[in-house]
């Protein structure tokens, strides 16, 4: 059966999702929420190119998007509700600007999915490393595992769903265990405190750890 080569009208259609493709960060600001007073729209970047360092951290219970109709988004491009959405939250609150895209010191990462923050952070010229400090982001891929501890205390193994997690560190111990604190973990839409070993630490707005992150 001879081919057909595709006619005018295919060809304009194709050149014309080409250019909404290239647009497609353009058309996210354009459609974004409007940000509440105080906080920061995407994208943001780093003002100076300096480390912000803001000790301690927001009330967990301040959050404020803890309900609303889904599939909203915060003021940062996040689903609210979301372990990504309250992570966004509280470094902006920490004085961290943050959202889906966030401009770094090599450039813009795309912080998507919690899966892929790692790339994004890295695309951006963020460090990543296995050692946490206190206001770093805990990261798992989808499916990955780690031994921590829930809020009462009992051990349990963390699996990462499909889209992966985020937790902000809020504490390390002596062994080398970081407390974190996080949102909508495992179907939970709750805020909960774990403790334990996250398979990585992305380093956002806070001094990596002596030693050289990966």
Known sequence: MRR????????RRRGLLAALLALAPVL???????????????PVRRPGG??????????PSSYPYRVG???ALDAYG??????????AWWLNRRGV????????????????????????????????????????VAQWRAGER??????????RIDVAGDTGHVAVVVRVLPDGRAEWLEQGFAGRPALHRGTGFAPRYLYLGV???AGRPS
């Open 146 to 155: 780690s031994p921590a501890t829930g809020d009462g205390g009992d051990p």
């Open 50 to 59: 300096a480390v912000l360092r803001t000790a301690g951290g927001p009330a």
């Open 207 to 209: 001094t990596p750890p």
């Open 28 to 42: 996210a600001l354009v459609v974004m929420p409007a940000a509440r007073a105080g906080e920061l729209p995407f």
């Open 97 to 136: 600007p943050f959202g889906v895209i966030t401009v770094g010191p090599r450039g813009a990462g795309w912080f998507l999915n919690a899966s892929s923050w790692d790339a994004a952070a890295r695309a951006a010229g963020f460090a990543v490393g296995p050692r946490p400090v206190v206001g770093a």
């Open 4 to 11: 057909t080569r595709p006619g005018w009208w295919w060809r």
């Open 78 to 87: 996040f689903v609210i509700g979301q372990c990504t959405s309250f992570v």
């Open 69 to 71: 109709p889904a599939p």
